[in-house]
């Protein structure tokens, strides 16, 4: 499905503010970005790197004053997520070494202080997808979704404590539960269609049978139409905005929608015809 996403956000900054944003989709597992726009004013210098999750991130100042950002992008999703319930556990000495940091404890998710809860969680499972499995049924059934009962400091053991969060709670209970086994997983945050209520969502992936597979504790059964925008050890990773200064987000909304079957068909371009030629290759150029 093709999908039309993005987000507005409204900042006040009582004084010149460095920024670093995380907006920008790439293509790649499961999507392709068809075409984007990005709008910033006031008009501002923006620079563009890639961090070590290989997320695209652009760097800005934004001077005293009103400031706002408008990202919009059209995107080709994939409309299931892969389930194989019988993925095997992949060794931890078979893992590859970009997956490995994966395994251990960061900010967010205290996996070595939740070893007893994962294997309570998963003892009737088989190892792999089915553990996973089993800890995203855990937590979709005994933690309440609630606005308002967590912060940015809220971490995994917070959460299972208190048996109630939001995505980004879910995702770091998740994850942690997961690593405590010696699961290597990650966050995940974007876009996900016909969310309720819409807004930013996270979501956790975790590397089982040599590949990365899709879990989502919010959902009561696996959903596809995601718009992947980043990914990271934990919401540390993955902030859409970190500012460096006395500056306040005033406003943000979001949305997703469908793009048009006719729509799309009308904007089709027509295919090129290149006589006597045998290829040719072209490119065109924080969470609920």
Same mark, same amino acid.
């Given at each position: 499905?093709?999908?039309?996403?993005?987000?507005?956000?409204?900042?006040?900054?009582?004084?010149?503010?460095?920024?670093?944003?995380?907006?920008?989709?790439?293509?790649?597992?499961?999507?392709?970005?068809?075409?984007?726009?990005?709008?910033?004013?006031?008009?501002?210098?923006?620079?563009?790197?890639?961090?070590?999750?290989?997320?695209?991130?652009?760097?800005?100042?934004?001077?005293?004053?009103?400031?706002?950002?408008?990202?919009?992008?059209?995107? =080709?999703? *994939?409309? /299931? #997520?892969?389930?194989?319930?019988?993925?095997? @556990?992949?060794? &931890? $000495?078979?893992?590859?070494?970009?997956?490995?940091?994966?395994?251990?404890?960061?900010?967010?998710?205290?996996?070595?202080?939740?070893? =007893?809860? *994962?294997? /309570? #969680?998963?003892?009737?499972?088989?190892?792999? @997808?089915?553990? &996973? $499995?089993?800890?995203?049924?855990?937590?979709?059934?005994?933690?309440?979704?609630?606005?308002?009962?967590?912060?940015?400091?809220?971490?995994?053991?917070?959460?299972?404590?208190?048996?109630?969060?939001?995505?980004?709670?879910?995702?770091?209970?998740?994850?942690?539960?997961?690593?405590?086994?010696?699961?290597?997983?990650?966050?995940?945050?974007?876009?996900?269609?016909?969310?309720?209520?819409?807004?930013?969502?996270?979501?956790?992936?975790?590397?089982?049978?040599?590949?990365?597979?899709?879990?989502?504790?919010?959902?009561?059964?696996?959903?596809?139409?995601?718009?992947?925008?980043?990914?990271?050890?934990?919401?540390?990773?993955?902030?859409?905005?970190?500012?460096?200064?006395?500056?306040?987000?005033?406003?943000?909304?979001?949305?997703?929608?469908?793009?048009?079957?006719?729509?799309?068909?009308?904007?089709?371009?027509?295919?090129?015809?290149?006589?006597?030629?045998?290829?040719?290759?072209?490119?065109?150029?924080?969470?609920?």
């Amino acid at each position: 499905m093709q999908l039309n996403a993005g987000c507005e956000l409204h900042f006040n900054a009582k004084e010149t503010t460095p920024l670093i944003l995380m907006l920008r989709p790439r293509s790649g597992d499961g999507q392709w970005i068809i075409k984007e726009e990005y709008h910033i004013t006031p008009v501002v210098n923006v620079t563009e790197f890639t961090d070590m999750y290989g997320n695209l991130c652009q760097r800005v100042i934004a001077p005293e004053g009103p400031f706002s950002i408008n990202f919009s992008a059209t995107v =080709q999703t *994939a409309d /299931d #997520i892969d389930v194989v319930l019988d993925a095997p @556990y992949t060794p &931890v $000495e078979n893992l590859p070494d970009e997956v490995l940091h994966y395994t251990l404890p960061s900010r967010y998710c205290q996996s070595d202080m939740q070893g =007893q809860l *994962a294997a /309570d #969680i998963t003892k009737d499972s088989m190892p792999g @997808y089915g553990q &996973v $499995e089993a800890i995203r049924s855990w937590i979709h059934s005994n933690i309440k979704y609630q606005y308002g009962t967590s912060n940015a400091s809220t971490s995994a053991v917070d959460t299972a404590n208190s048996r109630v969060g939001v995505c980004r709670d879910y995702t770091h209970l998740g994850i942690s539960l997961c690593r405590a086994l010696n699961i290597p997983a990650r966050m995940v945050v974007g876009y996900l269609y016909k969310l309720d209520p819409m807004d930013m969502h996270a979501w956790f992936e975790a590397y089982v049978d040599g590949r990365w597979y899709t879990f989502d504790a919010t959902q009561d059964k696996p959903r596809g139409n995601r718009i992947t925008v980043a990914y990271g050890r934990d919401a540390a990773d993955v902030a859409f905005t970190t500012q460096f200064g006395d500056m306040e987000l005033n406003t943000m909304s979001v949305w997703v929608n469908a793009v048009d079957e006719a729509e799309a068909e009308k904007k089709a371009p027509e295919p090129a015809t290149v006589p006597d030629a045998s290829g040719s290759t072209s490119q065109t150029t924080t969470a609920a």
